[in-house]
């Protein structure tokens, strides 16, 4: 079954940094893949999604994500971060019908 | 604009308690879905509604009923309630089970089990 892993927990930046969110996926052909954020006390929204094409994906709130099949990776970047952009972040996939997550990365924003 | 809308937001039960978390969505959407958050697991499929009448189990659906009552309302029942099951439950739903479709959740019901 496909599955996708984060493997950073917790990541701390400061504001007008850039950002790198980790995300690496098992599976052999090509997966779709997605990145949700999830503000404090709220319900998940979706980001970006890649289904197939071009490899670097444009989000909302300035976020891009790029597939690398060598690496069997989809990060998460943003070139400069904003204080409200602390929140944890999901990657998912698809398996078996249903999207599944991996463990999230929460993100903090240095003043 | 309500859109996925989840009731109630914070409960507190104790073991062998039942209850039922509500969930509500108002984008005329097919499928729905339970999801549990705990630290460090990310989210796990409970249970999900491809369609009105149709339910099917998730990765984790052991303690747990569903019920999809109509197109808009699908709820989710703890018959006898374990600390085990403390957790934020979430609501989602979308137009249909493809890969297409994204997902829009509601803002969570944060339940604690003592």
């Known amino acids: 079954a496909q599955s996708v892993t984060q493997p950073d927990i917790h990541i701390t930046v400061s504001e007008g940094a850039s950002l790198e969110l980790r995300c690496n996926y098992s599976y052999g052909a090509t997966p779709y893949l997605f990145w949700y954020v999830q503000s404090p006390g709220q319900g998940l929204q979706l980001l970006l999604k890649?289904?197939?094409?071009?490899?670097l994906v444009q989000g909302i709130k300035g976020f891009e994500a790029e597939f690398k099949r060598s690496q069997s990776s989809f990060n998460l970047r943003k070139p400069s971060v904003h204080w409200s952009d602390a929140a944890e972040y999901f990657c998912?996939?698809?398996?078996?019908?249903?999207?599944?997550f991996g463990q999230g990365t929460e993100l903090s924003v240095k003043p | 604009n309500a859109g996925v809308t989840q009731t109630p937001k914070f409960q507190v039960l104790k073991t062998g308690q039942s209850m039922t978390l509500q969930c509500a969505q108002d984008?005329?959407?097919?499928?729905m879905y339970w999801y549990r958050q705990d630290p460090g697991m990310g989210l796990r499929l409970i249970y999900y509604s491809a369609s009105e009448g149709t339910t099917d189990k998730g990765e984790v659906p052991n303690g747990y009923n569903v019920s999809r009552l109509n197109k808009r309302e699908f709820s989710l029942r703890l018959e006898s309630a374990a600390p085990s099951q403390t957790s934020v439950y979430f609501c989602?739903?979308?137009?249909?089970?493809?890969?297409?479709?994204?997902?829009?959740f509601g803002n969570g019901t944060r339940l604690t089990v003592t």
């Open positions: 984008m005329n959407h097919n499928s």
């Open positions: 998912a996939t698809p398996s078996r019908g249903k999207l599944i």
């Open positions: 890649y289904f197939s094409g071009d490899t």
């Open positions: 989602a739903s979308n137009r249909d089970t493809s890969y297409n479709s994204p997902l829009h």
